[in-house]
């Protein structure tokens, strides 16, 4: 008789703990693949899936020396077609060296 009056409790103390449970998987922050598609995406104004160089210098660090930005578009875009995409952007993560994070990153010192 005693276990028939706490169901009540045990059920509704599992439902609460699922519910947390749903709350934590869903509040988890995405992959670092995803947001590295989601700046690639961003940076990638016209929509065709590539980001061009002046896409690049536009979004990645606007107002940053020309060279220091050709240089690290180059090496990211890895076959050298004058396009980054996707797959490329995330592959070469971290080799902008900063750009963008900081005001003057990529300028001269």
Known sequence: MKII?????FLALALALAGVAIAQ???KPQRPQ?????????????????????????GA????DQARVETVFK????????KITAEEFCATRGQGQGMGKSKGAGKPQ
Do not use: I, S
Request: with cysteine.
């Open 5 to 9: 009056r706490a169901l009540p409790f």
């Open 25 to 27: 998987d869903q509040a």
């Open 34 to 58: 995803n947001r590295c598609a989601d700046r690639h995406a961003a940076l990638d104004k016209d929509k065709d899936g590539n980001v061009t160089l002046e896409e690049f210098a536009a």
């Open 61 to 64: 660090c606007p107002g940053c």
């Open 75 to 82: 090496r990211r875009d890895v076959n050298g077609d004058g």
